[in-house]
């Protein structure tokens, strides 16, 4: 199992950003998909999470309204379009995968709003 995160820089307060995390080595369509983000000191957080076929999503709070995570599950790729990004946004950002007995994350890409 491989997720590669991409997306990630650095964005101005009130810009946009889209991550995208492309899956390989299981049958993505089969699997709900998570991004959670991590500031340094702090807890890693669940930002959103998508089920398989993409009819079901939900989104932590500080989020809800700005961001919107979707997949192409011809394209093995899920996505998180951040929109009216805070300062708060700040952190790596990490898919994630969870399967019966395993748990798959991804490298992570930074996030950077700051003015």
């Known amino acids: 199992v491989q997720l590669v995160e991409s997306g990630g820089g650095l964005v101005q307060p009130g810009g946009s950003l889209r991550l995208s995390c492309e899956a390989s080595?299981?049958?993505?369509?089969?699997?709900?998909m998570s991004w959670y983000r991590q500031v340094t000191g702090k807890e890693r957080e669940l930002v959103a999470s998508?089920?398989?076929?993409?009819?079901?999503?939900i989104y932590t709070d500080s989020v809800k309204g700005r961001f919107t995570i979707s997949r192409d599950n011809a394209k093995n790729t899920v996505y998180l379009q951040m929109n009216s990004l805070k300062l708060e946004d700040t952190a790596v950002y990490y898919c994630?995968?969870?399967?019966?007995?395993?748990?798959?994350w991804g490298q992570g890409t930074q996030v950077t709003v700051s003015s």
């Open positions: 994630r995968v969870r399967m019966l007995y395993s748990d798959y």
């Open positions: 080595g299981f049958t993505f369509s089969s699997f709900g």
């Open positions: 998508i089920s398989s076929v993409g009819g079901n999503t």
